[in-house]
């Protein structure tokens, strides 16, 4: 599975952004798919995971109510709705996909796609 993040970008405080990520291949619907960021000078954080079918959802608490990741397992994309921003939610943001329930450790993920950084002004 190859994975092709894509929509971060410059926001001022409050606004929002949709963050996309594109599976290529064709069992993207047998992955659970998550979102992670490494702000800077930082280590690599749990954001937000969906399982297989969309049925699960899983968020870390300081995300909870702002952002909402979804799927569309017809055009093998996840996508990251974020709101509310905030200068904390600087980052680079990267999807990756993985085989097991494990939704938070990031080793447990086996494919990653290469980043896209978002960037919240105050």
């Known amino acids: 599975v190859q994975l092709q993040a894509s929509g971060g970008g410059l926001v001022q405080a409050g606004g929002s952004l949709r963050l996309s990520c594109a599976a290529s291949?064709?069992?993207?619907?047998?992955?659970?798919m998550g979102w992670f960021r490494q702000p800077p000078g930082k280590e690599r954080e749990f954001v937000a995971a969906?399982?297989?079918?969309?049925?699960?959802?899983y968020y870390k608490d300081s995300v909870k109510g702002r952002f909402t990741i979804s799927r569309d397992n017809a055009k093998n994309t996840v996508y990251l709705q974020m709101d509310s921003l905030k200068p904390e939610d600087t980052a680079v943001y990267y999807c990756?996909?993985?085989?097991?329930?494990?939704?938070?450790?990031?080793?447990?993920?086996?494919?990653w796609g290469q980043g896209t950084l978002v960037t919240v002004s105050s």
């Open positions: 969906i399982s297989w079918r969309g049925y699960s959802t």
């Open positions: 291949g064709r069992t993207f619907s047998s992955y659970l």
């Open positions: 990756a996909a993985n085989r097991d329930h494990i939704y938070y450790d990031p080793t447990a993920y086996d494919y």
